[in-house]
């Protein structure tokens, strides 16, 4: 039995996705990282960073919302959202590391500094530096996505998942996407599969 901890709109939404996609069955328990239940003992066995999503599958026990879908679509995708050829997975990890080592930072400052926060604790300031920080890495994005539906492989896969999850936060901070015509055409796409919808990512 899988089982996913974390609510919808944390991480823990890369993972539903992936879970959706491959229409598995498990069990979510929705934990709040704003609420006190993160530091519950049964929870901080594991996670000890007190942090969601968290993904239990028998014995194994596996925290990062990224490593989390490649196992699941490595285990239980039977060829779906993943690669056969080597070459095809190394583009799958090269951008999913992009989505989380040049994107997903600054597309959380400002989830967290237009909207999560309250007013009192919203610095534009740091939201400000955020819009900054994304233009390059989305220029890079945009060029990659000129003609094509998805990131690697010719095919929706992982890859997709974990850029769509991290891009979702900076279209839930008022991110002006327009110069980054590719990108919104392909976030729309992606945000937009059943599968997605179904998990209540927006
Ligand atoms: N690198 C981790 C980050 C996990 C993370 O920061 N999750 C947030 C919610 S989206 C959290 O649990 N924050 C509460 C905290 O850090 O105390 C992953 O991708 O899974």
């Known amino acids: ?40 003992p049964e929870y901080l066995k594991l996670n000890p960073l007190a ?22 679509a490595r285990k239980y995708g039977n060829g779906k959202l ?41 610095n534009p300031d740091i939201a400000q530096a955020a819009e900054k920080k994304l233009a390059k890495p989305l220029e890079v994005l945009n060029n990659h996505l000129a003609g094509k539906d998805f990131l690697a492989a010719g095919k929706f896969t992982v890859a997709d998942i974990n850029m769509a999850g991290v891009l979702s936060y900076a279209r839930g ?12 055409r392909y976030l729309d796409a992606v945000l937009s599969r059943p599968a997605c919808r179904k998990a209540g990512i927006v």
């Open 1 to 40: 039995m899988i089982t996913l901890y974390g609510i919808e709109w944390s991480r823990a939404k890369y993972v539903l996705f992936t879970l959706t996609e491959l229409d598995l069955d498990f069990k979510h328990v929705r934990i709040n990282p704003f609420e006190e239940e993160k530091n519950a």
């Open 51 to 72: 942090q969601v999503p968290t993904l239990v599958d028998g014995d194994l026990v596996l925290t990062e919302a990224m490593a989390i879908n490649f196992y699941l």
């Open 173 to 184: 901070g008022e991110f002006d996407f327009s110069p980054y015509r590719n990108v919104v």
């Open 82 to 122: 993943w690669a056969n050829r080597l070459e095809d997975e190394a583009q799958i990890y090269k951008w999913s590391l992009f989505a989380l080592t040049q994107l997903e930072a600054s597309c959380v400052d400002l989830i967290l500094h237009r909207k999560v926060f309250a007013a009192k604790d919203r």
